[in-house]
């Protein structure tokens, strides 16, 4: 029998290296991880969870993601938010957390991690929502933002509101649907966002039936036509939870992506990670 992909969201990972808080609230923090080896300082790896923004899912579920990501190399961040269901999620605190926390966590790392990150902006890398969240900051904060690495996002919250993706996610976000808030989705929609300045990498699974590849194909080709440096990847065999599972098959296109994305841009030493 195969093995189930979701069980990536239980699976233990090591404990991180450090947390640090960008606010006052409990959730407004990050967990930290030292990158392996000797090399130069390289540019933090912000990575932003998902779990279709709600509370039942938490930063711990991509433990075993970002630890794999520190032993290639990468000074990780696993950043936390407020999350619906809980006091203060939603709209807007979800959003104005991650920007918040983006924007701070180089400088936080920096200190708890001293001469392991590099003083540039960091790549961020989303997931589900997350990769939603990591869309989000890169159009309203490109300065802080190095490069975007969104891993099945969602990318359309008008599309996925009709869709109803995982019973009505967007409308708990944002209060309402698109005719009923709609200066929301207009600040919030990646759809409504483009073009965006960053380098950004979308990666999707063909297979993914949480959040459909088609939102992904639309909003690069909206953004692509808009000018954005955009790239899709299409993972034939893929289904959602395979993106941040180190053991999966999809695992090492990941990894090379995040590379090629890091290794791109400018301003620090290049040179890959080499374990």
């Known amino acids: 029998m195969p093995a189930d992909p979701r069980a990536v969201l239980t699976r233990p990972a090591p404990p991180p290296d450090a947390t640090v808080a960008y606010g006052d609230h409990p959730d407004q923090c990050a967990d930290l991880r030292r990158p392996a080896g000797d090399g130069p300082p390289r540019r933090l790896v912000v990575v932003v969870h998902g779990g279709f923004w709600r509370a039942e899912y938490d930063r711990t579920h991509t433990g075993p993601m970002a630890a794999a990501l520190a032993a290639l190399g990468y000074p990780v961040a696993q950043v936390e938010y407020r999350r619906t269901g809980q ?61 975007v690495l969104a891993l099945a996002p969602v990318a359309d919250l008008a599309e996925a509101y009709r869709l109803d993706l995982d019973g009505g996610a967007v409308a708990a976000l944002l209060g309402g649907g698109p005719a009923d808030v709609p200066d929301r989705y207009a600040a919030t929609d990646p759809s409504a966002l483009v073009p965006i300045r960053p380098r950004t990498v979308v990666m999707h699974g063909v297979l993914d039936r949480q959040v459909p590849i088609t939102l992904s194909r639309s909003w690069v080709a909206a953004a692509r036509a808009a000018g954005s440096p955009t790239t899709l990847i299409e993972l034939p065999e893929c289904e959602h939870f395979g993106l941040i599972a180190p053991d999966s098959a999809a695992w090492p296109q990941v990894v090379a992506a995040l590379r090629s994305l890091h290794d791109d841009l400018p301003g620090i030493d290049a040179a890959s990670p080499s374990r």
């Open 87 to 147: 006091p203060g999620g939603g709209w807007p605190h979800t959003l104005t957390d991650v920007l918040t926390g983006v924007a701070a966590l180089p400088g936080l790392a920096a200190a708890a991690l001293p001469g392991l990150v590099a003083p540039a902006p960091p790549i961020v890398v989303g997931h589900s929502a997350g990769g939603h969240l990591a869309l989000y900051v890169a159009a309203h904060a490109p300065v802080t933002v190095g490069g």
